[in-house]
């Protein structure tokens, strides 16, 4: 059966315009007004609304296991909370142990996904590096991965040093792949966690003590450097700080594809929770890169503004608070990651697009488009058009909602943004062509979700290696004049 989604604006990133939509068999299949559809065709009353590209949260980590414990999220309770807040896709990360095989782990995180009730990707993380490596990665593009992530932090576990960035960054221009990094300098937070617990500092505050912006800004200029070195792109995620944000402003400006993504908790929330005196607070708030002052936020979403920060994500990676207590009396071993799938459109909306920060169309470009486009599935994602799938989020810019972990549909014990009242909502989430949240109510089948293909992004890397290879070496050619002895 079909379904009409009928009287409301439909929200591209391009432009909106009054118009119905009418999906079947999963996809797009007329926008317009006036729609001839068929007898018996589910009719969702958009009056009042918007209607736009569902949300892609192009960073998760559903069921990863890390720092010696495993995010209690799944693939099933973490797509159903997205689809909970108007998000209809995800990518989530491959994140092989180093020494494991990098199909073997996509192998896992596949399995684990098959319990998804909504659309979901991979990236693949390299953790580590040999010829098995660089093959594989070749196996991993054919299996539609387009993007591999390089952690620069986590010393002695995920992370990974310049020479491997390197020689990874190198196949991933081959391959036609996006590089991606976590830019810290795990070294520096290394040894800044040591003077810190030396110093007696064994609580959360420890956190963002060891984790200064310029640790991370570092790093990405670092990893910025060596992208342009090998002539690549490169995605730097987790954008949390304005000296990052300036890296990636200044390399875009010098001719370099450098893309951003801050997450929606960095926009909101700042360091001040790592100082409350509830430790389960505090500790619930640690992740990486730390949340930082509100000079920080002020620039992140400037960056959305002027389009040198391209996409919001989440890192949506689930700890409960019993599991954050193995960092009970040392901050370094509180297991990193919080929460955010479900609450990433409300957020951005309210304090995004409510505060005049953002035009409707620019909160569907960082919440939809701008990944589609990014990770080579648009426009099959990230567009209201005939022909696309039909993922769609009926948004209700009036309904008001508090955020709580009383309600939200996560598995977490804790909502980080607990308390906040947010205007504008989903009303009705489609996925598939089916809707599957109405009236606060879900309507998901597990295993409904399906792996959607990346496929390699040939056209752009060769722009990119034209680029550089103005300023790669080239044998000079000389003449030697040998001088005539008289
Ligand atoms: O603290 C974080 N971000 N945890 C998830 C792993 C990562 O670094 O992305
Ligand atoms: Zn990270
Ligand atoms: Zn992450």
Known sequence: MGVLIRGGTVVNADR???????????VIKAVGTGLDVPAGTEVVDAGGALVMPGGIDPHTHMEMPFMGTRAIEDFESGT??????????????????????????????????????????????????????????????????????HFMAYKGAL??????????????????ALPMVHAENGDAVYLLQQQLLNAG???????????PPHVEAE????????????????YVVHTSCREAHEAIARARAAGLRVYGEPLAQHLVLDESVYYSPDWEFAASRVMSPPFRTKDHQKSLWDGLVAGSLQVVATDHCAFLISQKKMGLDNFTKIPNGTGGIEERLKVVWHFGVNSGRLTPEEFVAVTSTNCARIY????????VGVGSDADLVVWDPKATHTISQKTHHSRMDVNVFEGITVTGAPKVTVSQGKVVW????LDVTRGHGRNVKRPPFAPVFEAQAKVNDRTRPHPVKRTVHLQQTP
């Open 16 to 26: 909106s315009e009054r118009a119905d939509v009418y999906c079947s068999d999963g």
């Open 80 to 149: 159903a909370s997205m689809l909970a807040g108007g998000t209809t896709m995800l990518i989530d990360f491959v994140i092989p142990s180093p020494q494991q095989s990098l199909t073997a782990a996509l192998d896992d995180w596949s399995d684990w996904a098959k319990k998804a009730v909504a659309d979901y990707s991979f990236h693949v993380a390299i953790t580590w590096w040999s010829e098995r490596v660089e093959q594989q990665m070749a196996e991993c593009v054919d299996r539609g991965v387009n993007s591999f992530k």
């Open 159 to 176: 992370m990974v040093d310049d020479e491997i960035l390197f020689k990874s960054f190198t196949r991933c221009r081959e391959l036609g």
């Open 201 to 211: 500092i064994t609580g959360p505050e420890g956190h963002a003590l060891s984790r």
């Open 219 to 234: 790093a990405a200029n670092r990893a910025i450097m060596i992208a342009q070195t090998v002539g690549v792109p490169l």
């Open 376 to 383: 080579n599935i648009y426009p099959q994602k990230g567009r």
């Open 438 to 441: 109405k009236d606060g109510q």
